[in-house]
């Protein structure tokens, strides 16, 4: 296992260049300055960037994580591991499976979406550093994402996993952030509360 702290899932930024309007590494480096405990990279959806494009803006980003020690996460691209010297990986259940990536990358971070019941019976928590929870509530950020699964879901895996590193995610924005944690979870997970807030410095703070 990596020598994973919990407490850098308390504010997880998540991006891709899709999610924003301007410069993702100024969006980043506002996110940073204002409190952001760890980063994902995820160009993935409409407008994303592929090929060497994306390798040569993850390669940016990852460089901004290391100027100020954010652990830097990237999304269900194995391969982009290794290119971008990447602290670890975030995957779902259509992903590759924990267990091959945990072979592979015996001390990076992985974390694994389980969203139901179903998922997590079929998930091998052993090789897994955290759980991605959610979505929490709707968001229209991800257009294949599943149906909310509410505050409850996130209670019922701190009940079932008293000290296992939970993030939520989805729909979470500076209103409804602290339910999430009050639910149980170590931190929430974002990417429009940050990416279409008018302030980053408010919106993370509030977060
Ligand atoms: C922290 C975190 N939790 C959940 C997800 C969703 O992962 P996945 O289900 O694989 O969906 P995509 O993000 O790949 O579309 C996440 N990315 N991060
Ligand atoms: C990647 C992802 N996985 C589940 S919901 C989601 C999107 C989260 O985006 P937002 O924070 O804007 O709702
Ligand atoms: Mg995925």
Same mark, same amino acid.
């Given at each position: 296992m990596s020598s994973f702290n919990p407490l850098s899932l308390r504010k997880y930024f998540i991006m891709g260049? =899709? *999610?924003?309007?301007? *410069?993702p590494v100024a969006v980043l480096e506002q996110a940073i300055q204002a409190g952001i405990t760890i980063f994902q990279f995820r160009e993935k959806g409409p407008g994303s960037l592929s090929g060497d494009s994306k390798i040569k803006l993850g390669k940016e980003l990852r460089a901004v994580c290391s100027v100020h020690q954010i652990p830097f996460i990237v999304n269900d $691209?194995? /391969? @982009?591991v290794d290119k971008l010297d990447a602290d670890g990986i975030h995957v779902g259940q !259509? !992903? =590759?499976?924990v267990k091959e990536l945990r072979e592979m990358f015996p001390n990076k971070i992985i974390g694994l979406s389980v969203s139901n019941q179903d998922e997590l019976n079929n998930? &091998? @928590? /052993?090789?897994? $550093?955290y759980i991605g929870a959610g979505p929490v509530f709707l968001t +229209? +950020?991800?257009? !294949? &994402?599943?149906s909310s699964v509410g505050l409850d879901w996130i209670r019922f895996l701190r009940a079932e996993f008293p000290e296992f590193p939970i993030v939520g995610i989805g729909g979470i924005n500076t209103t409804n952030a602290s339910s999430v944690l009050k639910a149980g979870a170590n931190g929430v997970s974002f990417i429009s509360?940050? +990416?279409? &807030? /008018?302030d980053i410095k408010e919106a993370v703070s509030k977060l």
């Open positions: 260049s =899709q *999610n924003v309007k301007g *410069n $691209d194995v /391969e @982009l !259509d !992903d =590759q499976s998930s &091998a @928590l /052993e090789y897994v $550093d +229209t +950020t991800k257009v !294949d &994402a599943k509360a940050v +990416t279409r &807030a /008018e």
